[in-house]
T-cell receptor, first 113, second 112 residues
Framework: KAGVTQTPRYLIKTRGQQVTLSCSPI?????VSWYQQTPGQGLQFLFE???????NKGNFPGRFSGRQFSNSRSEMNVSTLELGDSALYLC????????????FGPGTRLLVL | EDQVTQSPEALRLQEGESSSLNCSYT??????LFWYRQDPGKGPEFLFT???AGEEKEKERLKATLTKKESFLHITAPKPEDSATYLC?????????????FGKGTTLSVSS
């Protein structure tokens, strides 16, 4: 089975711009979660989607948003980028109704200049 | 407040020198505890899920154990390829959905 895929793998943006990141979960996985990883804060939960609905949201400003499509693929968007948004953005998928284990993708490295 | 603390932050071992990594957690109602391995520039790779105190799981040179307040990742006779950052995360009963709360990780370096 193919793992979680994320595109693009690397991005460079400037302050004030917006960015959209994409995540394709493992086949059959319907839950998708997003995390931000920085050297200072470590891995922090952004939000989770299941059946195209947001189930839970972490403590991030409204500039961070996401959505899920009917095929379980997910996108996250960050508007009005700030320097502090530079991070590795990780997507994780989980099969629902069974194990709680989440499987992570390789991440998208975002650099904001 | 739910919290996960990992120690030590960094650990250097010689090949074959066994040791343990610690993950202490404070959570109101543990739904699950997870161990991941992360190599530089890559996403976390799943290792183990533990659900209840007393549970143990093994995979090659790694063994994870769980008590009511902490988990240990025991590494037996490590090899250089075991060098990585090991992350511990918990999932709380009171959380809607499946949000994971991560520790900052332990960076393990194994030299030959």
């Amino acid at each position: 089975k193919a793992g979680v895929t994320q595109t693009p793998r690397y991005l460079i943006k400037t302050r004030g711009q917006q960015v959209t990141l994409s995540c394709s979960p493992i086949s059959g996985h319907r839950s998708v979660s997003w995390y931000q990883q920085t050297p200072g804060q470590g891995l922090q939960f952004l939000f989770e989607y299941f059946s195209e609905t947001q189930r839970n949201k972490g403590n991030f400003p409204g500039r961070f948003s996401g959505r899920q499509f009917s095929n379980s693929r997910s996108e996250m968007n960050v508007s009005t980028l700030e320097l502090g948004d530079s991070a590795l953005y990780l997507c994780a998928s989980r099969v629902t109704g069974g194990s709680e284990t989440q499987y992570f993708g390789p991440g998208t490295r975002l650099l904001v200049l | 407040e739910d919290q996960v603390t990992q120690s030590p932050e960094a650990l250097r071992l010689q090949e074959g020198e066994s040791s343990s990594l610690n993950c202490s957690y404070t959570v109101s109602g543990l739904r699950g505890l997870f161990w991941y391995r992360q190599d530089p520039g890559k996403g976390p790779e799943f290792l183990f899920t533990l659900y209840s105190a007393g549970e143990e799981k093994e995979k090659e040179r790694l063994k994870a154990t769980l008590t009511k307040k902490e988990s240990f990742l025991h590494i037996t006779a490590p090899k250089p390829e075991d060098s990585a950052t090991y992350l511990c995360a918990v999932q709380a009963d009171h959380q809607a959905g499946t949000a994971l709360i991560f520790g900052k990780g332990t960076t393990l370096s194994v030299s030959s």
